[in-house]
């Protein structure tokens, strides 16, 4: 870039304790700060990798296999703290992260498909677009409130627990047809599209199985605590082709 600051680290990534990180930001077009960070260990032999992020909003994540490395981010805006450390990537903004300031923050995060993910989130989340089709998600546990988050899955491989323990508003979730899911939800239900059947509101706790569930060995398990508002889960194809795949739901209502 023509002008900015660099700030680089340089750790032996063979030492777990010291595995580092580097820094490059410089002023963007609209006066802000544009942050890419690279980070200091590679894939190794490791075949499992954990990100928690922690008060993110505004937050892309996808997958590039191309990387050398477990992950590459880039940040606008003031960016978070982040640390790698015993394959565990944390992303994490400050207390003072209000959210009126979400619309001057964002961020692009790339993982690496040639190894399992499991990703959590810590505090509010708001703005989540994930592509993970081509990622090896290996779980998902949401705590705390979260809300507009999008997300595109790929084939489950076992039993993939996607877990939100805060209550959730304005969530999608689409994964491929030939795959299973079940959705619990305790906390009551506003507005539940699943796949071609629509609910407007559920007391209580409530149960849904795709059809084929209880057979599939690959299959997403989605359990929300804390009520939902505006869920989203259908598949990734096309809308035609949709028709030949059911919903069955089981629901039940507790006091």
């Not at 990798?49 to 992950?71: H, I, Q």
């Amino acid at each position: 870039r023509d002008s900015g600051a660099i700030s680089a680290i340089t750790i032996d990534p063979a030492d777990p304790r010291r595995i580092g990180r580097a820094w490059c930001t410089w002023p963007d077009h609209a006066g802000g700060v544009v942050t890419d960070a690279q980070p200091g260990s590679s894939l190794g032999s490791a075949g499992s990798w954990r990100l928690r992020l922690v008060r993110a909003a505004n937050l892309t994540l996808g997958t590039d296999p191309s990387l050398a490395e477990p992950y590459r981010a880039r940040f606008e805006g003031a960016p978070p703290r982040v640390r790698v450390r015993s394959g565990v990537v944390v992303v994490e903004y400050g207390p003072r992260f209000r959210p009126s300031e979400w619309g001057r923050h964002a961020a692009e995060i790339d993982l690496s498909p040639a190894v399992g993910w499991k990703i959590e989130t810590h505090r509010s989340i708001s703005g989540i677009r994930a592509d993970l089709r081509s990622a090896r998600l290996l779980g998902l546990d949401v705590h705390g409130a979260a809300a507009g988050l999008e997300l595109s899955l790929g084939r489950a491989d076992g039993s993939v627990q996607l877990r939100f323990d805060g209550g959730v508003k304005d969530l999608t979730l689409r994964r491929p047809p030939d795959t299973a899911v079940t959705v619990q939800v305790t906390g009551g239900t506003s507005g539940l599209t699943l796949d071609e059947q629509f609910f407007k509101a559920v007391g209580g706790e409530s149960t849904w199985q795709s059809f084929g569930h209880e057979q599939a060995s690959d299959r997403y398990e989605v359990t929300i605590a804390g009520g939902v508002r505006n869920l989203v889960v259908g598949t990734l194809e096309p809308e035609a082709a949709a028709s030949t795949r059911r919903l069955l739901a089981t629901v039940l209502f507790t006091d």
